[in-house]
């Protein structure tokens, strides 16, 4: 079946600009977490949603970084007013419980 | 949350069983350890994950030491596409349904042909 999609693959965008990224997560998988990947890092959480709750925000950086799940399925992460420093792999994962299934990412470049 | 210690690198040749270990020794009783790995230039992809006893799936198996301060994940017959960062994870439950990840640095596996 289909695993969960992101698009785009790859984003290169000016700082100071305003970037959304969008997750399709596998059918009927009621959590969806996001987090990124700097170069050379591990992976960093960002913000996790679970069907109709509260999302879990403790991972994002900074207000610039929101993220919404529409109708609970699709998410977009959008970053306001991009800089140096968000430049990175953002992947999105999905999960019917505890096992997560990833998305192959979106890598951001900010210029 | 528990604290891993992993080696950064290891080398395996093709067909050779590998042994992954990592040190949890601030695990508590009901963390979970969980075993992800993340082949180039892809997400992360579940390996496998145990409590207490050790466990075998089709991609590998999970050897936890009696104390629990420690597991090591078994590859049988590594082969080339075996070559990945692995990760291992304890403490994956924040309370409720949340499992969000704790990602360290994980273990670069080389695999020789």
């Known amino acids: 079946g289909a695993g969960v999609s992101q698009s785009p693959s790859n984003k290169v965008t000016e700082k100071g600009k305003d970037v959304e990224l969008r997750c399709d997560p596998i059918s009927g998988h009621t959590a969806l977490y996001w987090y990124r990947q700097s170069l050379g890092q591990g992976l960093e959480f960002l913000i996790y949603f679970q069907g109709n709750s509260a999302p879990d925000k403790s991972g994002l950086p900074s207000d610039r970084f929101s993220a919404e799940r529409t109708g609970g399925s699709v998410s977009t992460l959008t970053i306001q007013r991009t800089q140096q420093e968000d430049s990175a792999v953002y992947l999105c994962?999905?999960?019917?419980?505890?096992?997560?299934?990833f998305g192959p990412g979106t890598r951001l470049t900010v210029l | 949350d528990a604290k891993t210690t992993q080696p950064n690198s290891m080398e395996s040749n093709e067909e050779e069983p590998v042994h992954l270990p990592c040190n949890h020794s601030t695990i508590s009783g009901t963390d979970y350890i969980h075993w992800y790995r993340q082949l180039p230039s892809q997400g992360p992809e579940y390996v496998i994950h145990g409590l207490t006893s050790n466990v075998n799936n089709r991609m590998a198996s999970l050897a936890i030491a009696e104390d629990r301060k420690s597991s090591t994940l078994i590859l049988h017959r590594a082969t080339l596409r075996d070559a990945a960062v692995y990760y291992c994870?304890?403490?994956?439950?924040?309370?409720?349904?949340?499992?969000?990840?704790?990602f360290g640095k994980g273990t670069l596996l080389t695999v020789n042909p």
């Open positions: 994962a999905s999960s019917p419980g505890y096992k997560q299934y």
């Open positions: 994870i304890p403490d994956m439950n924040s309370g409720g349904s949340n499992y969000k990840l704790t």
